[in-house]
């Protein structure tokens, strides 16, 4: 249960904003070290925008989704361009659509023999990718999150694997949890997603009185335009994550932004090195 006097590290507050998500409820996580946030010690609060599963896969997750489901795509299609012996490069000049026209023709039944019928199935095959792709690649720039709903529809697997992946905290920039209590209002049954690279801020003042809680009217009173009430109309501390799940979300936030790329050390150093130890030399037989 959080205090509703307080803002602290952990603390889970209803009427926070998301890139993408207006309209839709958003709540905040607090990451501002509990130190700082107790004391007064900052004049601003940060947290990471926390949305619903649902909400999620028909926005960020979709498209994640529908990345996938077109690597997946052209790598079929390149599979079989391997299997006729065609370079892959004539992706990048033809539609895909026209090379299954040209070089995977279609057979019609009865079928004189096996072969016949094995190139009636490619040829199947590669229109059915074909058009798979010209679906997929036309939702990436459609209106989200129509275009969502309309490429997962038949790319069930893509959606099971990235749930799992998503449930065990292998996407680098979401992090789930897969309940924050029964305080607020439009709660999830499938769980909620917090963004880890959408750093969001709130002024100390409005920290303050968001701890008491907040109405919307209060909220134009006031003139606080941090917060959104699209989905609520009372602001407040609806949950806190505790201990050890806070670490662990400060430990994945820090790791997500504390990596460092650098140079590979060159490999040949190794036979200098065993050269030097053991050099050749040789054996005893």
Request: net charge negative; with cysteine.
């Amino acid at each position: 249960m959080p205090r509703l006097d307080r803002i602290t590290q952990g603390t889970i507050f209803c009427g926070g904003v998301a890139e993408g998500y207006d309209g839709k409820p958003v709540w905040g996580v607090v990451i501002t070290a509990r130190c700082d946030a107790v004391h007064d010690k900052t004049p601003i609060i940060n947290y990471l925008p926390l949305v619903r599963v649902e909400d999620w896969l028909s926005r960020n997750g979709g498209l994640l989704a529908i990345e996938k489901a077109l690597s997946d795509t052209l790598a079929g299609f390149k599979n079989m361009l391997t299997h006729r012996s065609l370079s892959h490069s004539l992706m990048e000049v033809y539609p895909l659509s026209e090379l299954a026209a040209v070089h995977f023709p279609e057979v019609s039944a009865p079928y004189a023999s096996k072969k016949e019928e094995k190139e009636a199935q490619l040829a199947l095959n590669a229109r059915r990718l074909a058009a798979d792709f010209e679906i997929l690649e036309s939702c990436q720039s459609a209106r989200i999150p129509d275009a969502v709903k309309r490429a997962v529809r038949t790319h069930r697997k893509v959606i099971h694997t990235l749930a799992e992946n998503l449930v065990g905290q292998k996407i680098a920039g979401y992090y789930y949890v897969p309940d924050i209590g029964g305080l607020t209002d439009h709660q999830s049954a499938l769980g909620y997603v917090i963004h880890l690279r959408e750093v969001r801020y709130i002024g100390r003042m409005t920290a303050n009185v968001l701890a008491k809680g907040l109405s919307r009217e209060d909220s134009i009173d006031r003139k606080i335009t941090e917060l959104a009430f699209d989905a609520f109309d009372f602001a407040f501390p609806v949950s806190e994550l505790v201990s050890p799940w806070i670490e662990h979300l400060m430990q994945t936030f820090c790791s997500l932004f504390g990596r460092i790329g650098v140079t590979d050390i060159d490999k040949s150093l190794a036979a200098l090195i065993s050269g030097a130890v053991a050099p050749d030399c040789e054996e005893n037989v």
